[in-house]
């Protein structure tokens, strides 16, 4: 069970634009910046998004991320099949005084 | 290039150690935090543990604490994981992960992101 609840997965058509979620509480989502990583198949995680909605130098712009409150999402447009991934997104706990992830969401494009 | 290369994984069984290495080059070490994130076989992404840019603050998550310690070797710019009293929960692929942002310009350890990611080592824990 993780502290960050993801939904496990996402599916959309080439073009289309999807959106994942993650809900968190006062103690991580909604005191901390949420980070937000993609991992292809067979290969490490990489930064897709930090500080809530920053890109890396690299990243699309079809990649955008934003929160509210205790929670947080990241939205995909343009889909393309190279997107199919896993999907994770982490943040600051201050009552853990650690790092919490969400379960992850595979994302299939149709 | 950044690059990170862990090296130390391999296949002990229950109880025993193993030490885990990440060599690193492309920036100056001593200036970013550093990280242990895990991978259990078809699971998600555990953190394990973070230590600051000096060395001189570390953190774990409670399942490891105790038994596992992070370190830095800042002449060889080089992480560490000593792993002691492996438990088959263990067994995992074992990243190294660097900060995004400078630890001492900007003060944002242990809040920091995790920027580039190794390529894994892998830890197998099993009688």
């Known amino acids: 069970q993780s502290v960050l609840t993801q939904p496990p997965s996402a599916s959309g058509t080439p073009g289309q634009r999807v959106s994942i979620s993650c809900s968190g509480s006062t ?65 600051w706990d201050d009552n853990l005084n650690g790092w919490v992830f969400g379960g992850g969401t595979t994302l299939t494009v149709l | 290039e950044v690059q990170l290369l862990e090296s130390g994984g391999g296949l002990v069984e229950p109880g025993g150690s193993l030490r885990l290495s990440c ?10 935090a550093m990280n242990w994130v895990r991978q259990a076989p078809g699971k998600g992404l555990q953190w394990v543990s973070s230590t600051s840019g000096t060395g001189d603050s570390t953190y774990y998550t409670d ?36 900060g995004l942002y400078n ?6 350890y242990p809040d920091d992101a995790f920027d580039i990611w190794g390529q894994g080592t892998i830890v197998s824990v099993s009688s």
């Open chain 2, 63 to 98: 399942s490891v604490r105790g038994r596992f310690a992070i370190s830095r070797d800042h002449f060889k710019s080089t992480l560490y994981l000593q792993m002691n009293s492996l438990r088959a929960e263990d067994t995992a692929v074992y990243y190294c992960v660097k």
């Open chain 2, 23 to 32: 060599a690193t080059s492309g920036f100056t070490f001593g200036t970013y």
């Open chain 1, 27 to 91: 103690s991580n989502i909604g005191s901390n910046d949420v980070n937000w990583y993609r991992q292809l198949p067979g290969t490490a995680p990489k930064l897709l998004i930090h500080n809530n909605n920053q890109r890396p130098s690299g990243v699309p712009d079809r990649f955008s991320g934003s929160r509210s409150g205790t929670s947080a999402s990241l939205a995909i447009s343009g889909l393309q099949s190279e997107d199919e991934a896993d999907y994770y997104c982490a943040a």
């Open chain 2, 103 to 108: 630890d001492i310009l900007t003060g944002h």
